[in-house]
Each structure stands twice: as structure tokens, then as C-alpha cells.
């Protein structure tokens, strides 16, 4: 036990100085000190309760999963019926009543309509999502399953969540929060995100993108659609009727980029199609050549510019009144995807800096008088060996700070409680040993004889002990969120390197001394 051969010495204080040195650049950044910027810099990331930021709780309606559903049945149906031969003509289309219903020109036609639809209501799950009924065998009514809207409502939100996640990394923020809570909420906290008008901007933005042509003045109404100029466009109070099915959606976008257009120098947003879109694209334009398409943006017009030529290449330009920093807000909601349900805040709170600092300094200040504390009581209980479980103890604190900052984990306000707690635990392991070692003594065994003995037997309940504390930290993690989270990685690392510093350390000290004075007695 007391063995401590030159190249496990020097591989243990390898991995105790390297871990301790990636500490140094958070803790000049807590001091206020300028880190060389040709050095590494790993940080400790705060966390929203520490360095302040943003939060905010965004709610779908299950309203808008069940019209979203009524109007994809709606199109699937009529381009079922139009692309089958012969077609199958159908009329009087009403999504009214929360279902959709629709009549057949030829009541002989309704067994080859009924099986081209029952494919259709099919879902990728199990749950029955559509119950079909023929009413005076000539009227097809279809309606939505309560089972199929909660499945369709809980893959929306598994789905916005991850473009709420996708659109957040594109901001550059380090650890937010994005969770689902109940069946249609999401928490969304971005620490060090100071203006949470940006964050619900971007994340009230639902993206649906949508190239529609403009409907010729006196076309009838049917198959029509209207929509409002977006604010800001000059054209206020000013409609655009489009054709309502055709055009192009913003599904076949594979890039988007904030740009200036150099003819105009107008902020822009460059946006590049898919294959299938590209190829989409360049029909639309090449068979409408000198007539207007209108750029649909949440159902808002962007602009209605006219086709000068065919645009192939599977690029295009998304003009408006854009600023610099609207365009990088359009372009990075087109990037991530559009929310497959609009999504609106319900709550918002901003957390100021100045309680994290507040806290980071009761908390160092937790830290100092603990450690003081502890130290003095070591040292005065057991002398050397005491001095060596304090020095024991400072590579901890370090080693986790290190630890913390090289894994990029978020310390919180319960972390910092981890973080003192750690302090007080950490010596733990050092007075179980300590205390062997008294017993071995006192039961007449020499000095090395009762060294190696108190170590080994200590060992085995130290680690019995920090195990279940681990599994308790493991579970935690697992199922805990936000704070609780930071509070378990805080204890899990902890842990680790309080048993290292505490049981391996400084049974390496106490071996490099007793092989150098061989003592004849110890003052523990």
C-alpha cells in the first residue's frame, strides 16, 4: 500500500497539476486578471442564476396542431383525387367543425376515393389518427382522433423543441436550458443572455416560408388566399390574394445566410433549395415569367416582386425591409427549421448579473471560512498528517474547478453549494484513516505497520461510501433539471477527486515522508 514506485509518482502528480492548471483560467477570470489569449482557456460556464440572462416559457395551442392537421388532410385529399385516373372530382370542401368533409361530383366514385384516402389517414405511429365516414353516400367526412391530435400535439412539441434548441446553439450561448414541461410548454433559459427581446424574436418566429404566385386581378375566389403585408414594409394596411395551393415551401431549404444585396445595397437573406426544390423553383419561374409571386413569411407578405427571368441554380434572394440584424435572425429561423407549430411566450423574466455576482461572493466567502475551518481543525487534530490532507484538499478544489471547466459543465447556485459541501466532505476520507491509524497505534502495531493498515482497511468503506454518493449523483443528473443538474455534476466530480486527493495523494506524501524520516512514532 505504501509502494510508490518513480514512475507512478510522477504519473500522479502529472494528472494532479495538469487537472489543477485548467482551473487557473477561471479563476482569473473570478479575479478580474487578463488570461493570455495563447494559452488555452477553459472556463467553468455560469449559470442562469449565476451570470444572469434570460427566461422565458413558450406555449403551443393545441388549436393550431388540430387546424395544421385539417388543412395537410385537406391538401393530401385533393391532390390524391386530382392525380387519380380518371380524376375523381370533388367539391363543397368545408374544414368547419373540426373536420374535414368534402362532397363527390359521382357518388360511383366513392369506393376508389375511400381507397386512396385510407392509406392516408394511416400514421407513422399505431394510433388510429382519422375516422372516415361516407354520409348519404355521396359526402366523405373526415375527422381527427382525440388519440391522433395527442400523438400529432407530442411529436410537434418533440419536434419544436429541437428547433427551439437548434435556433439557441446558432446564437453562440454556452449551456442553455430547453425543456419540455407538460404537453405543451417548453423552458428556455440562456444564461448570460441579457436581451430577451432578441431571444423572442427569434424564437416567436414560427419560419414558415412559403413562394406563392399572386392571383390575377378578377379570378374568382375559390382557391384563393389572401394575406397582409408585413409591418415595415411601407405597405401597411395593403393585402395580396395568392394562389392557394402550388408554389414552394420552405421545407426544400437547405441554407440560409444573411447578405447585401450590391444593386441596391438592401439587407438580403441568400437562401438555397434542395434537389427537389431547386428543381421546383426553376419550373415555377420559368412558366410564370412576368407575373408576380408573393414571399410569404408566418402569413405575412415579404414582398411580391415580379419574375424577370427564370431563376435556376437552386438559389434564391428574400428581399424586405430588413435590418443587419433582422436578416441574421431570418436567416438563422430558416436554418433551424421551421416550428412545426407556432409557439408564444407566456412568461418571461430576465435575472440580472448583479444576484449572481452577490451569490459568487457569498459563496467564495462560504468557501473561505469552510476551508479555513476545516484546515485548522486537521492540523491541530492531526498534525503532519493533517498538513497533508490540507494540502490534499486544495488540489481538490482545483481538480474539480479544472474537471469543470475542461467537461464545459454550468456551475449554478447549488452548485456553489455542491462546491462547499464538497470542502467539508472532502476530508472525510482523511479522518476515517487518520483515525485507523490512532486505533493500529494504539493497539501496539509500529508506525509503517499501522500506516499501511489504517489505509488499507479505511480504503474499503471510503469507497463503499463515495460509490453510493456517485449513484445518488448519477440519479440526479439524469432525472434532475437546471440547478438540480449543476448541483450533481458539482457533487459527482467532486466526489472523484476528493477520494484521489484524499486516499491516494496523501498516502503517497505519507510514504515519500516515512521512507525519508522512519519515524519511530507518529503524533496522530
Excluded: C
Excluded at 316 to 323: C, L
Excluded at 471 to 494: D, M, Q, R, T
Excluded at 501 to 516: D, E, N, P, S
Aim: glycine share 10%.
Amino acid at each position: 500500500m505504501l509502494d510508490f514506485p518513480l514512475w507512478k509518482k510522477l504519473s500522479l502528480w502529472a494528472v494532479t497539476l495538469a487537472a489543477s492548471l485548467l482551473a487557473l483560467p477561471s479563476l482569473a477570470n473570478v479575479a478580474g486578471l487578463d488570461w493570455p489569449a495563447s494559452l488555452p482557456n477553459p472556463q467553468v460556464n455560469l449559470g442562469l442564476d449565476l451570470a444572469g440572462g434570460s427566461h422565458l416559457l413558450l406555449e403551443a395551442k393545441s388549436e393550431d396542431v388540430r387546424k395544421q392537421r385539417l388543412e395537410t388532410m385537406e391538401e393530401s385529399v385533393r391532390q390524391l383525387m386530382r392525380n387519380a385516373k380518371p380524376r375523381i372530382r370533388i367539391g363543397d370542401v368545408s374544414t368547419a367543425d373540426g373536420q374535414l368533409s368534402f362532397m363527390l361530383e359521382n357518388a360511383a366514385d366513392i369506393d376508389r376515393a375511400r381507397g386512396l384516402i385510407e392509406p392516408a389517414m394511416q400514421g407513422q405511429t399505431t394510433v388510429r389518427e382519422w375516422e372516415l365516414t361516407v354520409v348519404d353516400g355521396q359526402r366523405v367526412q373526415l375527422k381527427p382522433t382525440e388519440a391522433g391530435i395527442n400523438q400529432a400535439i407530442d411529436d410537434a412539441m418533440d419536434s419544436a423543441t429541437e428547433v427551439v434548441r437548434r435556433r439557441i446553439d446558432e446564437l453562440g450561448t454556452r449551456e442553455p436550458t430547453i425543456l419540455r414541461q407538460g404537453d405543451t410548454r417548453i423552458v428556455v433559459q440562456v444564461p448570460g443572455l441579457q436581451d430577451p427581446e432578441a431571444l423572442k424574436a427569434l424564437l416567436g418566429k414560427t419560419a414558415q416560408l412559403e413562394f406563392k404566385l399572386v392571383a390575377e386581378p378578377g379570378a374568382a375566389a375559390v382557391g384563393l388566399e389572401t394575406f397582409p403585408y408585413a409591418p415595415g414594409e411601407g405597405l401597411d394596411g395593403q393585402f395580396v390574394t395568392v394562389k392557394r395551393l402550388g408554389g414552394i415551401r420552405g421545407e426544400s431549404l437547405t441554407d440560409a445566410q444573411a447578405g447585401v444585396d450590391p444593386q441596391n445595397n438592401r439587407n438580403v437573406v441568400n437562401i438555397t433549395f434542395d434537389a427537389q426544390g431547386g428543381a421546383k423553383f426553376a419550373k415555377l419561374t420559368t412558366e410564370n415569367v412576368g407575373k408576380p409571386f408573393a414571399i410569404i413569411l408566418d402569413g405575412q407578405v415579404l414582398s411580391a416582386p415580379t419574375i424577370q427571368t427564370p431563376i435556376i441554380g437552386g438559389s434564391a434572394q428574400i428581399s424586405g425591409s430588413f435590418t443587419p440584424e433582422s436578416a441574421n435572425e431570418l436567416a438563422i429561423a430558416l436554418r433551424s427549421g421551421a416550428l412545426p407549430v407556432p409557439l408564444v411566450v407566456v412568461e418571461e423574466r430576465t435575472v440580472g448579473p448583479d444576484l449572481g455576482a452577490d451569490s459568487i461572493r457569498k459563496g467564495l466567502l462560504a468557501m473561505a471560512i469552510g476551508s479555513f475551518a476545516v484546515i485548522a481543525l486537521m492540523v491541530a487534530t492531526y498534525g503532519r498528517f493533517g498538513i497533508y490532507a490540507t494540502v490534499a484538499l486544495v488540489f481538490n478544489v482545483l481538480m474539480l474547478l479544472g474537471l469543470m471547466a475542461l467537461g464545459g459543465f454550468t456551475l449554478t447556485l447549488p452548485g456553489i453549494a455542491g462546491f462547499v459541501i464538497t470542502i467539508g466532505a472532502a476530508v472525510d476520507a482523511n479522518v476515517l484513516i487518520n483515525e485507523r491509524i490512532r486505533e493500529e497505534r494504539a493497539r501496539g502495531r509500529k508506525v509503517v505497520a499501522a500506516v499501511e493498515t489504517g489505509y488499507k482497511e479505511a480504503s474499503r468503506a471510503i469507497w463503499d461510501a463515495n460509490l453510493t454518493n456517485v449513484i445518488s449523483g448519477v440519479a440526479l443528473f439524469s432525472f434532475g433539471s437546471g440547478p438540480v443538474k449543476g448541483f450533481a455534476i458539482v457533487l459527482i466530480i467532486g466526489i472523484i477527486t476528493s477520494v484521489f486527493t484524499g486516499v491516494t495523494l496523501t498516502r503517497m506524501f505519507v510514504a515519500g515522508w516515512l521512507r525519508k524520516a522512519r519515524p519511530n512514532d507518529i503524533n496522530i
